[in-house]
């Protein structure tokens, strides 16, 4: 591959999960238009990999296909960059299916480059303020701990912009977060997969676009679902009817939370301030 083939993604990321729920992501952002389409793979129980600087966008699938045979981080990152004559100019983050991480920085990586790995996680980034950066997603997500994967990166997110960031400001972030069957309708993998292609404040946006995705697609425990009484039977009937809708199932179709019904004995917490805050 010649040295001006792909593109310059200069940028900071995190590859991590969380082994006791069943979830691998990537979260990332860059002075970089779509930096979604280029930086974050995953896949459950196989692992995570960021690929930026001179990015080369198949150490993605191929590093997914590595990690499937059961490669350790490290070893995924050796093979990667052995058959690269790039590898000077990339970066490479991986989590493995075990939860083991690796961070690679070519030679000829723009300054500030680098990266830190740590129990889960491998942090990195390239023409950057400082490793503040780096130290700050490192730091946040070991910090975080307990909290769902998903929070934890928007928080590493933040704390590495906070520390400097990209040395050449921001555009654009993204968020990938996978788990076996906890996507829509519990027929896809994919969690969360939230892009902002172009933004003046690509974070706050991020986790703007976080926020609509939990609210729509977000599980609350089932032990703080509402029982329906009669009371609230008469509520539910009177806004639906003030809505123009017959049932809850046709009003939440419209309102994309259908994935938060189950059965018309207990209602979710939050579809009913959704239908509250409606009518």
């Not at 979604?36 to 080369?56: D, E, I, K, L, R």
């Not at 050449?168 to 994919?190: F, I, K, N």
Request: charged share 25%; aromatic share 6%.
């Amino acid at each position: 591959m010649s040295r001006i083939d792909g593109p310059l993604v200069a940028t900071y990321s995190i590859c991590a999960c969380d082994l006791a729920t069943g979830q691998w992501g990537v979260a990332t952002q860059s002075k970089f238009l779509a930096v979604g389409s280029v930086v974050p793979w995953a896949a459950p129980h196989v692992g995570a990999v960021a690929t930026q600087s001179y990015a080369n966008p198949r150490y993605g699938p191929d590093g997914l296909a590595l990690l499937a045979e059961g490669l350790s981080a490290e070893a995924v990152v050796e093979h990667l960059t052995a058959d690269d004559s790039d590898r000077a100019l990339r970066q490479l983050g991986v989590v493995d299916g075990e939860g083991r991480a690796a961070t690679y920085t070519g030679d000829e990586c723009h300054a500030w480059a680098g990266g830190r790995t740590g129990e889960g996680y491998a942090t990195q980034g390239n023409i950057l303020v400082s490793e503040a950066t780096v130290d700050g997603l490192a730091e946040t997500f070991e910090a975080t701990a307990g909290s769902p994967l998903a929070e934890r990166l928007l928080d590493c997110l933040d704390a590495a912009e906070a520390a400097g960031g990209d040395s050449r400001g921001r555009q654009s972030a993204a968020m990938l977060v996978v788990e076996r069957d906890g996507g829509y309708a519990g027929l896809s993998d994919t969690l969360v997969d939230l892009r902002v292609d172009d933004h003046a404040d690509p974070l706050v946006e991020l986790r703007r676009l976080y926020r609509l995705h939990d609210a729509l697609f977000g599980r609350t425990p089932r032990e703080e679902w509402l029982p329906v009484d009669a009371a609230l039977r008469a509520e539910l009937d009177e806004r639906l009817a003030r809505a123009g809708h017959d049932t809850l199932a046709s009003w939440a179709g419209v309102e994309n939370l259908e994935e938060r019904l189950d059965g018309e004995d207990e209602i979710d917490p939050v579809v009913l301030e959704r239908l509250r805050e409606a009518t």
